[in-house]
């Protein structure tokens, strides 16, 4: 999917819905591009200095320079525009106060109080714009014993018990290969949004939405509690298996690793055909029951089979039966894939001399198709033609300026 430049594409659903976004590094971020694609205008508030934390994790001279932040920032900033505000100057809060007024969404994850340090609060707004959804985002939430506490995704795998289901039996816990606490956050965030924005317009009313990476983490894990709380299993780690179901797991290959997930018993049936293994296809494994009961002797004979085909004839092979597969592919390989590409998954935008890709959002509407417009901001790169759209004439921009309120330096725009 190449960047739209207004070519004939349909209204998009969130057309006219403005969004503040004070959220910063990764869950909110993430859903306020979401928002964006789905066309809300997303005015990115940022620190001055160096602002969004993001835009340096991991970041080379070169990304610095050809797109001025890191791929961790490239990946969740599209279709933004970065203003530069300091909140620690009462002219940067009295410009978001008036800003708040005449927009639809406010976001934040600031830790619980932060934004009522600087009047910036629901109650605060709310008096000003009882329309305004209102959304904050913390660690822990905003009550508890633990309210007070920062912390981030890895954290959270730890508090939610999350990494003690992960890895190997007789190894450490291990985190998830990427931010999976935060991304499934986002999603909670746009849902509660979308959600709000529709009360809205039935009610006339706005409201306050609240989540955070404890609830994500909760419900990620929600089958796990919920077995614990009926009869008192505590999960431990098992690799890539599964308690559920054998045989459901990562098996070697001549050439890497598939997983292979055969739950039911005619699926099974169909397996020990296409593996050409009728020994497989005996008493001791013949129901679900009694794969389960007799799991280690089972993976083993399988792993003796797959050992000596490649990934390609085990998914050929398998998947040509119905049975679930799928090579394990490095991150390269699964950017790759083509089949991404034929779904619409990628995005390509070109910045400068560069093109950038991106993953798209992660659903497709027929009606009112996401829309790319925007490359991800340099850092404040819209500070004037924001504060313009909202009222703000030269003159009064200066006096911001002159402020503090919008940095020592005048940002530049990305040529």
Not at 122 to 142: H, K, Q
Not at 160 to 166: D, R
Not at 265 to 279: C, F, G, H, S, Y
């Amino acid at each position: 999917m190449m960047q739209n430049e207004g070519n004939g594409l349909l209204q998009s659903v969130l057309s006219g819905i403005r969004v503040l976004d004070f959220s910063r590094i990764f869950a909110g971020p993430a859903a306020t591009q979401i928002l964006g694609d789905l066309g809300a205008d997303i005015i990115k508030i940022e620190e001055p200095g160096h602002g969004d934390d993001a835009r340096t994790f991991g970041v080379t001279p070169e990304a610095m320079r050809d797109f001025g932040a890191s791929p961790s920032f490239l990946a969740l900033n599209r279709n933004k525009r970065s203003m530069i505000l300091d909140l620690r100057q009462e002219a940067a809060r009295e410009a978001a106060r008036l800003m708040a007024t005449q927009c639809d969404v406010v976001i934040h994850n600031f830790r619980p109080g932060g934004m009522d340090k600087f009047g910036l609060g629901y109650e605060a707004l709310r008096a000003l714009n009882p329309r305004i959804v209102f959304c904050e985002f913390s660690a822990y939430g905003d009550r508890g014993p633990l309210s007070h506490l920062g912390a981030n995704d890895v954290a959270l795998q730890a508090h939610s018990g999350l990494m003690s289901i992960t890895g190997e039996a007789d190894r450490p816990p291990v985190r998830s290969g990427t931010a999976v606490i935060d991304l499934h956050a986002s999603m909670g965030l746009v849902s509660a949004i979308l959600a709000a924005l529709l009360h809205r317009e039935r009610t006339g009313e706005g409201q306050r939405v609240e989540t955070s990476l404890l609830r994500s983490g909760a419900h990620l894990m929600n089958y796990f509690y919920t077995e614990y709380w009926l009869d008192g299993t505590v999960r431990g780690r098992m690799g890539t298996a599964n308690h559920l179901s054998v045989p459901n797991q990562a098996f070697p290959a001549t050439d890497g690793s598939v997983i292979i997930i055969s739950p039911a018993d005619d699926m099974w049936r169909r397996l020990t055909v296409a593996l050409e293994a009728p020994q497989l296809d005996r008493a001791e494994f013949r129901t679900a029951f009694d794969r389960r009961k007799n799991r280690e002797t089972l993976i083993a004979e399988l792993t003796a089979i797959t050992s000596r085909m490649s990934c390609a004839e085990l998914v050929q092979r398998l998947g040509a039966a119905k049975v679930n597969v799928s090579k394990v592919n490095s991150v390269g390989e699964a950017a790759d894939d083509p089949q991404l590409a034929a779904i619409g998954a990628v995005v390509e935008q070109r910045m400068g001399e560069h093109v950038v890709k991106s993953v798209a959002a992660p659903f497709a509407m027929s009606a009112t198709p996401t829309q790319v417009t925007r490359t991800p901001p340099r850092h404040g790169e819209h500070t004037d033609e924001i504060l313009r759209e909202f009222g703000f004439n030269d003159e009064r921009i200066a006096a911001l300026r002159a402020a503090g309120a919008l940095g020592a330096v005048p940002p530049q725009a990305a040529e």
